[in-house]
Structures are given as C-alpha cells and as structure tokens.
Nanobody, 117 residues
C-alpha cells in the first residue's frame, strides 16, 4: 500500500503558476502509476494528468495540455504537478492518486487551488 499527502495549493491570480507536490510513503512507489485529479464544486472528479511507471509516458486532459506538467521522482517517492498560465476554471481541489491495477485506488486528502480573475 501507499499513503499520499499533497501540498502546494493556494490562491493565485490568473496567469500565475503553482507547483503541487505529493509525498508517498512505502517502498514500492515506483511500481504505481500516478495521477492528479481535480474536483470543482458541484462537478465530478476528473483526471487532469497521469504518469506511467514504465518509460515516463504521460497523459494530459485537453483542458491543461501545454500548461501543466506532471513529473515523478521515484528516488524521493514524490509526484509533482507544475501548473502554469492558471485560469479561474482551474479552481478546484486537487488530489494525488495511485494505482497498481485497473483503477486508481490510493488517494491523498486533497489540496485547494484557487485562481482569481
């Protein structure tokens, strides 16, 4: 199993940047595919970006392509999400998640990101 703790959220003006971090416990972090999800009030939780355990292949939702970058440091058990050119529509609670099978089954507690216009 893996425990996940996010940090780095906050309030930023439109056009600004934030870097989210996710600290993972456990010795098998490198075996998990990792992702960042977000959930805005009244909306479903959506996958924003993912990074796969082999080859570093990444996935991005269309809404964040070219603005967000997901990376991982397996030696430090860390996952990151660099968010640039933030828009008010990016306002949400952001969750770090991991999966070892078909579904993401390990979740952090979430960190709030608020983008003001």
């Amino acid at each position: 199993q893996v425990q996940l703790v996010e940090s780095g959220g906050g309030l930023v003006q439109a056009g600004g940047s934030l870097r989210l971090s996710c600290a993972a416990s456990g010795r098998t972090f490198s075996m998990y595919e990792m992702g960042w999800f977000r959930q805005a009030p009244g909306k479903e939780r959506d996958l924003v970006a993912a990074i796969y355990r082999i080859g570093g292949h990444t996935y991005y939702a269309d809404s964040v392509k070219g603005r967000f970058t997901i990376t991982r440091d397996n030696a430090k058990n860390m996952l990151y999400l660099q968010m640039n050119s933030l828009e008010p529509e990016d306002t949400a609670v952001y969750y770090c998640a991991g999966r070892s099978g078909q579904s993401f089954n390990y979740w952090g507690q979430g960190t709030q990101v608020t983008v003001s216009s």
